[in-house]
C-alpha cells in the first residue's frame, strides 16, 4: 500500500468520524426539535431546524471535501 | 490469510467463489461491500433528512392551530368538596384535565398533562402541588407554576368559571 494511499485512507477516516459525530448531534436536535413540538416552542423549533440546517451544510462539505 | 488451504484439491473451488458460498448458498439482495465512501455518503443523506424533518416540524408548530375550546359546563359545584379535584376532558376527549376547587367560589383548571413529557399528573393536598410521578416534577397547586423538577413551563390552564352553581370550562389559555 502506497504513502498517498495510506493518506488517502486516514482522511476517509477522519471524514466518516465527523459525521458520525455530527448525526449524533443530529438525533440530539431531532429529538429537542420533538419537545418543541409537543410544548409549541416556535423559537426552539426554529433556532433548531436552522442549527440542524447548519450541520447538513457541514456533512455535505465533507462530503464534498472527500471527491478532491 | 487463506479461506481454504485445500482448495487445490476441490475442483469446485474457484477464486470468484469462496468455499464458504459454496456451502452457504444464500444471497441477499444487496451483498456487497459499502465503502466507506459509500457508507459517508448515507450518512449525510441522513443528516440531510433529518434537517428536512427539523425544518418541517419547526413549520409545523408554527403553522398549527392549538385548539382552545368552546365553553361548556363541567360539573355542579356543590359535587366539587373543597380541597378535591375533579378529572374532566376539555377541549376534546383525548385532552385530560383537572380541576381544583380551593374555597366557596373559586375553582381552577389544568390540563393533566406534564409539560415535561406529558406524564399525568395528580394532586397532593398535604404538599397543595401538582405531582408528576414519572420525573417527580412539581406544579404549584393554584397557579400551576412549576415548584421543582425538570418541567421548565407551568401547566396548561383551563379557564374556569362557576355560573348558576356549575362550573364551566371558557377556554385554554395559550
Known amino acids: 500500500m502506497t504513502e498517498v494511499t495510506v493518506a488517502r485512507r486516514r482522511t476517509t477516516s477522519a471524514v466518516l468520524i465527523y459525521l458520525i459525530v455530527l448525526m449524533s448531534f443530529q438525533i440530539f436536535l431531532v429529538t429537542v426539535a420533538d419537545q418543541a413540538f409537543m410544548t409549541a416552542s416556535k423559537s426552539l423549533a426554529w433556532a433548531t431546524a436552522a442549527v440542524s440546517v447548519v450541520l447538513a451544510f457541514l456533512a455535505a462539505l465533507c462530503l464534498r471535501f472527500l471527491r478532491h | ?174
Open chain 2, 1 to 174: 490469510m487463506t479461506q481454504d488451504s485445500g482448495s487445490a484439491d476441490d475442483p469446485l473451488h474457484t477464486e470468484a467463489e469462496p468455499i464458504w458460498k459454496r456451502d452457504f448458498p444464500y444471497e441477499a439482495a444487496e451483498e456487497e461491500e459499502v465503502t466507506r465512501r459509500e457508507f459517508a455518503r448515507y450518512l449525510t443523506l441522513g443528516i440531510g433528512a433529518m434537517a428536512a424533518g427539523s425544518v418541517g416540524l419547526a413549520a409545523w408548530t408554527q403553522l398549527r392551530t392549538i385548539n382552545t375550546g368552546e365553553p361548556r359546563p363541567v360539573v355542579a359545584l356543590h359535587r366539587v368538596a373543597i380541597g378535591e379535584t375533579f378529572l374532566f376532558d376539555y377541549p376534546t376527549p383525548q385532552d385530560p384535565a383537572v380541576l381544583l376547587r380551593l374555597d366557596d367560589t373559586r375553582v381552577v383548571g389544568f390540563s393533566q398533562k406534564c409539560t415535561h413529557l406529558g406524564c399525568v399528573v395528580y394532586f397532593e393536598p398535604e404538599e397543595s402541588r401538582w405531582h408528576c410521578p414519572c420525573h417527580e416534577g412539581n406544579f404549584d397547586g393554584s397557579s400551576g407554576e412549576v415548584l421543582s423538577g425538570p418541567p421548565t413551563s407551568p401547566l396548561g390552564k383551563i379557564e374556569l368559571e362557576v355560573r348558576d352553581g356549575t362550573i364551566w370550562a371558557l377556554g385554554r389559555e395559550v
